[in-house]
């Protein structure tokens, strides 16, 4: 933000990309506020080519990107908060962007995993306020491929979450969506989706059920109705068995 400034605009205009910080996320959204500055386009490119030559060539910035705030505390309500970008757009130090992924499904899954309460239990554990890439690689993740099981349940509850804007179209048509017109955007059933994303994926985590209790027990600020829904969909999830 600092050695880039000089590319910054304070208004938008044809041509000009919007420049993403940090505070403009929160979990699975790209609208929690509005952007202050905005980058064109031609100048953007010739920043990340440097001395290599433009040929129009596919640059991360038009990819989808999972996204998350570097600053982050373990005492807020919650410590980790990421989404998924849309195309077309540039960020700044304040998130953390990955590389895009071939398959987009699989960022689905990442995004749901990472927001999820269990991961956040673990990380909280060790972050005091700046989130870097150290205590991510340092948190254990389930990793699951395509055909397991839960796969495509996180992945349509992510896009549904997500998707709730025309400019992913394309990755809603990616994961069997039609348009952003059916992802999610009533709070009730927003807040269900996310319930049942954190039950399968205490799942994921082989926890029992008092184990999941107690973890839910460690999050103070979120609201007891928030955590009784996760707990009442990991009981949904649970195998027939009865085992987790």
Not at 56 to 82: E, N, V
Not at 86 to 107: A, E, F, I, K, W
Request: proline share 5%; net charge neutral; aromatic share 12%.
């Amino acid at each position: 933000m600092t050695n880039d400034s000089h590319l910054f605009k304070q208004e938008p205009g044809k041509g000009r990309l919007p420049l993403y910080e940090g505070k403009m996320i929160h979990q699975f959204t790209h609208l929690y506020a509005e952007p202050r500055y905005w980058v064109d386009e031609a100048e953007g490119r010739k920043a990340l080519l440097g001395k290599k030559i433009d040929n129009g060539q596919k640059l991360d910035y038009q990819c989808y990107r999972f996204a998350y705030r570097a600053i982050a505390r373990s005492t807020d309500s919650r410590t980790f908060i990421g989404t998924i970008v849309p195309t077309n757009v540039v960020c700044g130090h304040s998130l953390n962007v990955t590389l895009p992924l071939q398959d987009n499904r699989y960022m689905l899954v990442i995004c749901a995993t990472l927001n999820s309460l269990i991961f956040d239990f673990a990380l909280r554990q060790q972050v005091s306020s700046n989130l870097t890439m150290f205590f991510i690689y340092q948190t254990p993740v389930p990793r699951l491929k395509s055909g397991d099981k839960y796969f495509w349940d996180i992945v349509q509850r992510a896009a549904k979450l997500i998707c709730t804007a025309p400019e992913f179209d394309e990755l809603a048509q990616e994961v069997g969506l039609n348009s952003h017109r059916e992802g999610v955007t009533d709070e009730t059933e927003r807040a269900k989706l996310r319930a049942e994303l954190d039950g399968i994926i205490a799942h994921l985590y082989g926890l029992t059920d008092a184990e999941f209790a107690y973890i839910l027990t460690t999050f103070p600020i979120v609201p007891e109705t928030v955590k009784q829904a996760a707990l009442a969909a990991y009981r949904t999830f649970a195998p027939k068995s009865g085992k987790p």
